[in-house]
């Protein structure tokens, strides 16, 4: 018997040593851990349970038959996270370069079809260089079941995907399919085809980064949710996201403690719009000021910034929030922004967050470059969005809610539980000079006349009564009290029932 748990004790050994010591060295010479070491710090401390270890490729061809190292390239299990259960699957560099094989493959569709079945969020962690080259169409198939179990659990669970290498080829697809991917910067790059295949088709001289670093996912693809500096700091980021998530679509929002009191006024809040109405402010002062202990997870930050999306909470409970930003193109909505909080409200609504939207935009972004790129499309896609989710939908409008993007951003006519306005908000169809230049054209060149009917227009339509008037604002709330009555609203729609009509899926635009 003892030799037989020393043999065991010797192979998980062998196991434990992926690529050999070489290579973990060259790993971290890189700045970066290695697998099993990102699984240490993610999950709750001795709580990981491994599967699959002794898996090895069943490969013959290019000498592969004498390669063969125990878990072929990728550490996989489950484990928890502040006592939350999270299957994990982490690439490992050291062995191939973390390539997928049909083995290797075989264990992540293990715990992808674990964590689908017992309804449990899946996070990978990537570093890895795509196909096993050597194995050809057996490595394609294993990455295309992997992508169909990405689909068959989108919206079920939350998945999401951490980039810390190299993520090239076949790697890509699966994160895309994932709720969301964090990069780590200047160590992990992710791109469908690397600079030297872009250099023979396209004659462009580009580096990993500059193809598909963090700087360029972060800021100008979207593809990455966000970046962090190293692997320790994702990881720890990566720990206070799933704190966020419910486990499943069927499972409630984590409740957590919370030492803030709702009923607190904030009176800074009264004086946070400035008194003209051209000039900006900081959106995320007022989100700080709702959420629990000001404690914001802000998703793509760097992207779109005239939209803020992220989580918070509000008496323990897990919000979406999305805000327009003044500070960033005043709060405009283009397909940027539209796109960002679209996707936002959808994963809020697979997977009951509630959604609070503070709303101060002043329309769509007009001109050329935007209907060129399809402004009509991507803003439908926020409206879409909005009007087909389910969940409590509480809205605050602070300032400007003009035009069409009124509508779009949590309107009562979206089936907008709770509307509220403080009693800065201007809702009307345009801005009040650009109103009175069309529907007074004939006095456009009389400054005074024009300056006079701006006025009328100004005084008419530029609050919040008007709107008040029709019962599209239910309230018109003192901005101290913002947080107390968002929190109010979001426990009276605790047990909101509304179901659509049923339908295979819809048809968004996309
Ligand atoms: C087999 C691989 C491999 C691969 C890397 N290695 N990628 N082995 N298949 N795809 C091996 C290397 O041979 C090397 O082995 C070790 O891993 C480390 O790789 P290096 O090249 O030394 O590391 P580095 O310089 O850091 O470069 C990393 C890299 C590069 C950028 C990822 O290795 C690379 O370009 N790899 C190939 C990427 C690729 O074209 N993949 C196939 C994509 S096609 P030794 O023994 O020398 O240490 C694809 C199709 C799927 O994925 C499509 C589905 C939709």
């Not at 999270?86 to 973390?98: E, I, M, P, R, Y």
């Not at 309804?119 to 394609?140: C, H, T």
């Not at 890509?172 to 910067?185: E, G, L, W």
């Not at 793509?300 to 960033?328: D, H, K």
Request: charged share 25%.
């Amino acid at each position: 018997m003892r030799d037989m748990l020393s043999e065991l004790e010797a192979r998980r050994e062998k196991a434990r040593e992926g690529g050999g010591t070489k290579r973990i060295e060259a790993q971290h010479a890189k700045g970066k851990l290695t697998a099993r070491e990102r699984l240490t710090v993610f999950l709750d401390e001795g709580s990981f349970e491994e599967f699959d270890m002794f898996v090895q490729h069943r490969a013959t061809d290019f000498g592969m038959d004498q390669q063969h190292y125990p878990g072929d390239g990728v550490v996989t299990g489950w484990g928890t996270v502040n006592g939350r259960t999270v299957f994990v699957f982490a690439k490992d560099f050291t062995v191939l370069g973390g390539s997928l094989s049909e083995a290797h493959a075989e264990k992540v569709q293990k715990v992808q079809d674990l964590a689908l079945r017992n309804r449990a969020p899946i996070i990978g962690f990537y570093d890895a260089g795509g196909a096993r080259i050597q194995e050809g169409v057996a490595a394609l198939g294993g990455y295309a079941e992997i992508f169909q179990r990405n689909v068959l659990a989108s919206g079920v669970i939350p998945q999401i995907s951490v980039i810390m290498g190299p993520c090239a080829g076949g790697d890509v697809y699966s994160p895309a399919m994932t709720d969301f991917i964090f990069m780590v910067r200047d160590t992990s790059y992710m791109f469908v085809t690397g600079p030297d295949v872009v250099k023979t088709v396209t004659n462009e001289t580009v580096t990993a980064e500059e193809l598909g670093g963090a700087s360029i996912h972060t800021v100008k693809s979207s593809i990455a949710d966000g970046a962090y500096d190293n692997d320790v700091d994702a990881l720890l980021q990566m720990r206070r996201l799933i704190d966020f998530l419910p486990a499943s679509n069927t499972s409630p929002v984590p409740e957590l403690d919370y030492s803030q009191s709702v009923t607190a006024e904030d009176v800074s809040l009264d004086t946070l719009i400035p008194d003209n109405a051209n000039k900006p402010y900081d959106i995320k002062e007022l989100i700080r000021k709702t959420v629990d202990e000001g404690d914001f997870f802000e998703i793509q930050a760097a992207f779109a910034g005239n939209i803020v999306t992220g989580f918070g909470r509000i008496e323990g409970r897990t919000v979406g929030i999305v805000a327009n930003q003044p500070m960033v193109l005043a709060g405009v909505l283009d397909s940027d922004a539209s796109r960002k909080a679209a996707r936002f409200v959808r994963f809020c609504d697979c997977f009951s967050i509630p959604v609070v939207t503070f709303v101060d935009v002043p329309g769509f972004l007009p001109g050329t470059a935007q209907e060129y790129g399809g402004l009509i499309k991507h803003g439908a896609k926020l409206l879409f969005a909005y009007a087909e989710a389910t969940v409590p939908k509480v809205t605050v409008i602070t300032r400007k809610a003009f035009g069409g993007a009124y509508d779009v951003m949590a309107s009562k006519h979206l089936r907008g539980d709770i509307n509220y306005a403080w009693p800065t908000a201007q809702i009307a169809v345009m801005g009040a000079k650009g109103a009175s230049e069309i529907i007074h054209r004939k006095d456009a060149k009389d400054p005074e006349k024009l300056a006079a009917h701006t006025k009328a227009y100004e005084e008419r339509f530029l609050s919040p009564f008007v709107a008040a008037e029709r019962g599209y604002v239910d309230e018109v709330i003192m901005p101290h009290s913002t947080r107390r009555r968002v929190s109010r609203a979001l426990a009276m729609l605790r047990n909101k029932d509304l179901e659509n009509p049923w339908k295979k899926h819809d048809n968004i635009p996309l």
